[in-house]
C-alpha cells in the first residue's frame, strides 16, 4: 500500500510503498476513504523524530473508510464490512494511508447520510464541542469565550451554543474572521488584534456572565485576557496553536477573583467517560452530523501531493479543512 512518511533530515513528509498491515486479536484493517489534517496531526510531526522510529511511523490521527478485515473479537466481526469513523491506536498504523489497522473500539459506524469526506472528520472535533457542553452545563456557565473561533471546532462550539442557548464570544485574530464569523450568523465576534480588545471583552463577558473562556491559542495576550474575566472564571486550555512552552498568569488575579485553570484533553475526558458515555456521545455525534453540521473542506489531495495539501492547510486554516483522499490521483 502506499503511505505517508516523515523523511529525515528536512522533515518533509514523503510516499512510501509498504506491506498492508494484519489485524491483530480486538483490531480492524480499514480501506481509508478520507483523512483530514488536523492542527494535532502538525503537533505530532513536530514531535516525531524523538517520539518514534520514522522508518516505521505513519502519520493521520483520525478518518474514515471500510472495514475489510477483522482479528479476533466480537466488536472487529461486528464492523467487518462497515463504513466507518476511526482514529488511529498506533504509531505505526495512522491515516494518512490506503489502509490502517486500528482497535475496533476505535471505530463507529458512520451513519448513511454522512459522506465519507464528513465521516473523517466526525470524532476528535464534534466530540471534543460536546465535551465543552457538558463542562458548561455541570458548571452552570451562562454563555462562553472560545478562542480561534474561526476553527472546524470553532464552527461546532457556536452551533451548539445556538442549539442550547448559550452565547458564544468567538474570538478571532483579524478583521477578515470577523467578517466571515458575522456572515455565518455569529453574533458575538472579537478582533485579538484590536487596540480596544481586552476592555470590549471584559465588557462583553461581564454582561452576558460568560464565567468560561475555552482557549486553543495560549499567546501572550492570555494573561490580560483572564484579568478581565468575571469573577469566579474557569479558563481552560485544549491548545497550543502558539506552540508557547509557557503561559503566564498573574497569581493576584486569581486569587482576587477565584479563577481556574485546567487543561483538557479529549482522550482523558473519554477515558474518564466510560464506554457507555462514549457510546452516548458518538450517537449524538451521529445525529449531529447527518442533521445540521456539515464541516467546510476547502482541498482534497492524494497522498503523493501530500506536502502540497499541508502547505495549502498551514496558508489558511480557517478557509476549511484539507483532506486526504488516499485512493484517488488529483
Ligand atoms: N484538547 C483536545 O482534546 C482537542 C481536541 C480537538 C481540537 N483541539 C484543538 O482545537 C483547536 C482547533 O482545532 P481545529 O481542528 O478545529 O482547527 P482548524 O479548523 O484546522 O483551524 C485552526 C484555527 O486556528 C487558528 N490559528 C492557528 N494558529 C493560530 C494562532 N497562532 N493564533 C490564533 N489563532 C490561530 C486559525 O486561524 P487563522 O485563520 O487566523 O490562522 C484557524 O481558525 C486546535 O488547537 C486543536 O489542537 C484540541
Given at each position: 500500500m502506499k503511505a505517508l512518511f516523515l523523511e529525515m533530515p528536512e522533515s518533509r513528509l514523503v510516499i512510501r510503498e509498504v506491506s498492508v498491515p494484519e489485524p491483530g486479536p480486538g483490531e480492524v484493517l480499514i480501506k481509508i476513504a478520507a483523512a483530514p489534517i488536523n492542527p494535532s496531526d502538525l503537533a505530532r510531526l513536530k514531535d516525531a523524530p524523538a517520539e518514534y522510529d520514522l522508518t516505521t511511523f505513519i502519520p493521520g490521527l483520525e478518518g474514515s473508510g471500510t472495514v475489510i478485515a477483522a482479528g479476533k473479537g466480537i466488536l472487529p466481526r461486528l464492523w467487518l464490512g462497515k463504513r466507518v469513523a476511526c482514529s488511529s491506536s498506533?504509531?505505526?498504523?495512522?491515516?494518512?494511508?490506503e489502509y490502517m489497522v486500528t482497535s475496533a473500539g476505535s471505530c463507529f459506524p458512520l451513519n448513511k447520510k454522512v459522506t465519507d469526506e464528513q465521516g473523517c472528520m466526525s470524532l476528535v472535533n464534534p466530540l471534543t464541542a460536546l465535551s465543552f457542553f457538558e463542562i458548561i452545563k455541570q458548571n452552570r456557565h451562562k454563555a462562553l469565550i472560545n478562542n480561534a473561533a474561526g476553527s472546524a471546532l470553532g464552527r461546532m462550539v457556536e452551533l451548539l451554543g445556538k442549539k442550547n442557548n448559550i452565547p458564544v464570544i468567538n474570538l478571532v485574530r483579524n478583521q477578515k474572521s470577523v467578517e466571515s464569523l458575522k456572515s455565518q450568523g455569529s453574533q458575538y465576534v472579537l478582533n485579538s488584534?484590536?487596540?480596544s480588545f481586552i476592555t470590549d471583552l471584559g465588557i462583553l463577558s461581564k454582561d452576558l456572565q460568560a464565567t468560561v473562556l475555552f482557549d486553543s491559542v495560549c499567546s501572550r495576550q492570555l494573561q490580560e485576557m483572564i484579568e478581565v474575566l468575571p469573577h469566579n472564571s474557569s479558563v481552560i486550555i485544549y491548545g497550543n496553536l502558539t506552540g508557547e512552552k509557557e503561559i503566564c498568569v498573574n497569581p493576584r488575579n486569581l486569587i482576587a477573583n477565584n479563577i481556574n485553570i485546567a487543561g483538557f484533553y479529549l482522550a482523558n475526558k473519554a477515558k474518564e467517560n466510560g464506554l457507555f458515555k462514549n457510546m452516548l456521545n458518538i450517537m449524538k455525534v451521529s445525529h449531529l452530523m447527518s442533521t445540521d453540521l456539515t464541516i467546510k473542506i476547502q482541498g482534497r489531495f492524494s497522498l503523493d501531493k501530500a506536502q502540497e495539501a499541508i502547505d495549502t492547510y498551514l496558508n489558511n486554516m480557517s478557509a476549511g479543512k484539507v483532506i486526504f483522499v488516499p485512493g484517488s490521483y488529483f
Amino acid at each position: 500500500m502506499k503511505a505517508l512518511f516523515l523523511e529525515m533530515p528536512e522533515s518533509r513528509l514523503v510516499i512510501r510503498e509498504v506491506s498492508v498491515p494484519e489485524p491483530g486479536p480486538g483490531e480492524v484493517l480499514i480501506k481509508i476513504a478520507a483523512a483530514p489534517i488536523n492542527p494535532s496531526d502538525l503537533a505530532r510531526l513536530k514531535d516525531a523524530p524523538a517520539e518514534y522510529d520514522l522508518t516505521t511511523f505513519i502519520p493521520g490521527l483520525e478518518g474514515s473508510g471500510t472495514v475489510i478485515a477483522a482479528g479476533k473479537g466480537i466488536l472487529p466481526r461486528l464492523w467487518l464490512g462497515k463504513r466507518v469513523a476511526c482514529s488511529s491506536s498506533i504509531s505505526t498504523s495512522g491515516s494518512w494511508a490506503e489502509y490502517m489497522v486500528t482497535s475496533a473500539g476505535s471505530c463507529f459506524p458512520l451513519n448513511k447520510k454522512v459522506t465519507d469526506e464528513q465521516g473523517c472528520m466526525s470524532l476528535v472535533n464534534p466530540l471534543t464541542a460536546l465535551s465543552f457542553f457538558e463542562i458548561i452545563k455541570q458548571n452552570r456557565h451562562k454563555a462562553l469565550i472560545n478562542n480561534a473561533a474561526g476553527s472546524a471546532l470553532g464552527r461546532m462550539v457556536e452551533l451548539l451554543g445556538k442549539k442550547n442557548n448559550i452565547p458564544v464570544i468567538n474570538l478571532v485574530r483579524n478583521q477578515k474572521s470577523v467578517e466571515s464569523l458575522k456572515s455565518q450568523g455569529s453574533q458575538y465576534v472579537l478582533n485579538s488584534s484590536d487596540p480596544s480588545f481586552i476592555t470590549d471583552l471584559g465588557i462583553l463577558s461581564k454582561d452576558l456572565q460568560a464565567t468560561v473562556l475555552f482557549d486553543s491559542v495560549c499567546s501572550r495576550q492570555l494573561q490580560e485576557m483572564i484579568e478581565v474575566l468575571p469573577h469566579n472564571s474557569s479558563v481552560i486550555i485544549y491548545g497550543n496553536l502558539t506552540g508557547e512552552k509557557e503561559i503566564c498568569v498573574n497569581p493576584r488575579n486569581l486569587i482576587a477573583n477565584n479563577i481556574n485553570i485546567a487543561g483538557f484533553y479529549l482522550a482523558n475526558k473519554a477515558k474518564e467517560n466510560g464506554l457507555f458515555k462514549n457510546m452516548l456521545n458518538i450517537m449524538k455525534v451521529s445525529h449531529l452530523m447527518s442533521t445540521d453540521l456539515t464541516i467546510k473542506i476547502q482541498g482534497r489531495f492524494s497522498l503523493d501531493k501530500a506536502q502540497e495539501a499541508i502547505d495549502t492547510y498551514l496558508n489558511n486554516m480557517s478557509a476549511g479543512k484539507v483532506i486526504f483522499v488516499p485512493g484517488s490521483y488529483f
